[in-house]
Structures are given as structure tokens and as C-alpha cells.
């Protein structure tokens, strides 16, 4: 096991190296940073004061090593707009973005399951079909219309739940279903696809021909082999939420780092842009590690790998 853990924590590492370059590398590709920080009324010695100020006139190596010192100090510079440290944009906001990410990825696992093993146990009925059918409308209908669709709905017809703000839990409930939804096709076939592999192998015919109870059958020895593969996948579409989540907490006005990352990209706020993609490229290699550590104590063959 110590073996398995120091590989994943050498490839995690180098990833997050990787990404730290891409994101490094992705503002100075856009252009020239003095001149976009300027705007299109600074002189040229305006400019270049910028570049000598911000040490954009260092070679991009030096840049970057200093950049990269400044982040593992948590220091990721102030910003543009706000005029305010990034660290403290991003401490205020992020709690509200984990929380709808977990809250809708409890919907997604909580609807996801129970219909990925309905779907393989009643495997081509109408239960089945129904069950594929909310698979397939997930997969092609647009999240913000979905969204907008449960506005009309609670907010506006029933008036059981609040438009916009994230000032009680409340607030979180259709975006939770809204960004939940988007997640559920993926982890629903998955569970399907793999219940029937273990409904269909020698172990789970050996415990029925012994008489073990259904049930017993079903959750204790088919569900826990068939939910490996989940782990891994719900890991991913958690760090899939926590990007994706730009458009949901627009469409509900919640001041979560989505909201701060669209906010930046439309005033060119470089630093928040920057530190918003590594924070989100960290957090989605942390999670994938975990789901691989999780999966190596359901499944030890994995350890030996």
C-alpha cells in the first residue's frame, strides 16, 4: 500500500507541476500583459514601467520560478479590478462554491444509484428504459436552461424557493438539482453497466445457490464491487462541478469563485484568472488521488498495479 501511495503521490505532483506551467504559461500567451494592464491609453513609458513594476521584463523562467515561490507562500498577488489580495477574493468565495459542489453531488449519487440499480436488476423493462431515457435528457439538455427551467417552476409558479444570494440553505437547492443533474447520466450508467457485470459473475451465482437473501446479495456483495468504478467517476464530476459551476452561479447569482472567475475574464482581471485555474486544476488532482487511494482500499488489486 505504500508503494501504491507513493506512486499516485509522484504522478499527482508532477501533474500539478504540469498545470502550474499551463497556467503560467496561458496569460503571457494572450499577450502582452504590461500593455493589457495599461489599457489602450498608457504611454509606452507608462508601459514599461508596468513590465519593470510587475517584473514582466525578467526572462519567462525567472518569472516563473518567482511566480511559483509567491504561490507556495499563498501569495497570489492582488487584483486588477477589485483591488484587493486574490487570496483573501478566493478564501470569501470558495466555501460557496465547495458547498454547492458537495450539495449537488449528493443529488447526483443520491438519484444516480438507486436508478443505476433499479435499471440492472428490472434490466430491459420499462423501469430500464425510463432510467436510460433521464440519462440521455441529461446528457443533451443545456444546464442554464435546466436552471432557468427550475426558476419558472419553484421561484416563479410556487414561490417555494429564492431566485438568487446564498444567505441560507435555501438558495442552494436549485442550483444543487441544477448542476447535480448534469452529473447523474454519467454516474447512472456507470452503476448499471456494472451491476450487471457482478449480477453476471460466478460469485454472486455461488451466493444465490446458497441461499443467501436477495437483499443480502444485491448490497452486500454486488453493490460494493459494482460501485469501484463509481468512486473514481464521482470524484471527477465533483471537480467537473467545481469548474463547470460558472454558469449555474450566474444564472442564480451566487458569489462563488465561478461567479469571480466569469467576473474576472470579462474585466481581464489576469491574476484572479490566473490563480482561479490552478486553484481549480489542484483541487481536481487532490480529488482524483483520493478517489484512487478509496478505490485501492475497496479493491486491493489495485495496490499491486
Given at each position: 500500500m505504500l508503494g501504491f501511495l507513493l506512486r499516485r503521490l509522484g504522478i499527482a505532483l508532477c501533474v500539478a507541476v504540469t498545470v502550474s506551467l499551463i497556467s503560467f504559461s496561458l496569460l503571457h500567451l494572450s499577450g502582452d500583459l504590461a500593455t493589457a494592464i495599461g489599457g489602450p491609453e498608457a504611454s509606452s513609458e507608462q508601459i514599461e514601467q508596468i513590465r519593470v513594476q510587475y517584473g514582466l521584463d525578467k526572462p519567462l523562467a525567472t518569472q516563473y520560478v518567482n511566480w511559483l515561490g509567491d504561490?507556495?507562500?499563498?501569495?497570489?498577488?492582488?487584483?486588477?479590478?477589485?483591488?484587493?489580495?486574490?487570496?483573501?477574493?478566493?478564501?470569501?468565495?470558495?466555501?460557496?462554491?465547495?458547498?454547492?459542489?458537495?450539495?449537488?453531488?449528493?443529488?447526483?449519487?443520491v438519484v444516480a444509484i438507486p436508478l443505476g440499480v433499479l435499471a440492472a436488476v428490472k434490466r430491459d423493462t420499462w423501469i430500464d428504459r425510463l432510467a436510460l431515457s433521464i440519462a440521455v435528457l441529461g446528457q443533451a439538455m443545456p444546464s442554464f436552461w435546466f436552471a432557468l427551467m427550475l426558476i419558472v417552476l419553484f421561484a416563479v409558479t410556487l414561490h417555494w424557493l429564492p431566485v438568487s444570494g446564498n444567505a441560507t440553505w435555501a438558495h442552494f437547492v436549485m442550483p444543487a438539482i441544477a448542476l447535480g443533474y448534469y452529473a447523474t447520466p454519467a454516474i447512472m450508467r456507470l452503476t448499471r453497466a456494472g451491476m450487471l457485470d457482478v449480477l453476471a459473475s460466478d460469485y454472486i451465482r455461488t451466493a444465490r445457490a446458497k441461499g443467501l437473501r436477495p437483499g443480502r446479495v444485491l448490497f452486500k456483495h454486488a453493490l460494493r464491487n459494482a460501485l469501484i468504478p463509481v468512486v473514481a467517476v464521482a470524484a471527477v464530476e465533483f471537480g467537473f462541478m467545481l469548474g463547470g459551476s460558472v454558469v449555474i452561479e450566474t444564472v442564480f447569482s451566487l458569489q462563488g469563485i465561478g461567479q469571480l472567475a466569469w467576473d474576472a475574464i470579462a474585466r481581464n482581471d489576469f491574476p484572479v484568472v490566473q490563480a482561479v485555474v490552478l486553484l481549480i486544476a489542484l483541487i481536481y488532482i487532490v480529488l482524483t488521488l483520493l478517489a484512487d487511494l478509496l478505490n485501492a482500499v475497496l479493491d486491493p488489486r489495485i495496490r499491486v498495479r
Open positions: 504561490v507556495l507562500r499563498l501569495d497570489l498577488g492582488n487584483s486588477f479590478f477589485f483591488q484587493e489580495s486574490v487570496y483573501n477574493l478566493i478564501a470569501s468565495r470558495l466555501p460557496i462554491t465547495l458547498s454547492l459542489g458537495a450539495m449537488a453531488l449528493v443529488v447526483a449519487l
